[in-house]
């Protein structure tokens, strides 16, 4: 098997010496959320999607959601100390992150953003999200993120 290419976020996982797995996807070509977690064996609860989006006070966060959930907009912008939020242009995410949609990862961005996970996070010991390029998402420990960015835990999904 070829050797992995490393991503940002796995460059930081690696310098920050915590233990993760790299699930490769790519040869499946699926990217919507839940075909990722299908596609994986995974609970659909375990697998987040990394969204961005930015505050009437123009600055920008960073939620992560389970893919089978959508980001609420009003608990994300009470979560966040704004009167309103919305998603940012896909147009403006590689710019701003340094990533592309669908391979959005909330670690390695060019910026530190305040990052929001959503409570349901905290249910399981472990969590998938993008490792930054479409086709591979890592696996780390819940309890890791915090080593990695500085994340609060608030309930911003619909029901």
């Known amino acids: 098997m070829a050797k992995q290419e490393k991503t940002n976020a796995m460059r930081i996982l690696d310098q920050k010496k915590i233990e993760y797995i790299v699930h490769d996807y790519t040869e499946s070509g699926v990217i919507a ?16 999607k990394t969204l961005v989006t930015v ?50 990862s909330p670690i390695g ?6 990052t929001t996970v959503d409570i349901s996070a905290q249910n399981g010991d472990r969590i998938y999200f993008s490792a930054g390029k479409i086709g591979l998402q890592v696996e780390i420990a819940v309890s890791d993120i915090n080593k990695l960015i500085k994340v609060k835990y608030d309930d911003i999904c619909d029901l």
């Not at 961005?109 to 305040?114: A, N, R, T, V």
């Open 109 to 114: 961005m060019k910026k530190l953003f305040p």
């Open 33 to 48: 959320g839940e075909d990722v977690a299908n596609t994986l064996g995974e609970d659909p609860k375990k697998v987040f």
């Open 55 to 104: 505050g009437k006070s123009k600055q920008y966060y960073v939620f992560l959601v389970p893919v089978c959930k959508e980001l609420n907009l009003k608990k994300a912008a009470k979560a966040v100390g704004e009167k309103s939020i919305e998603m940012i242009k896909s147009k403006e995410l590689l710019p701003l992150t340094g990533y592309i949609h669908g391979g959005c």
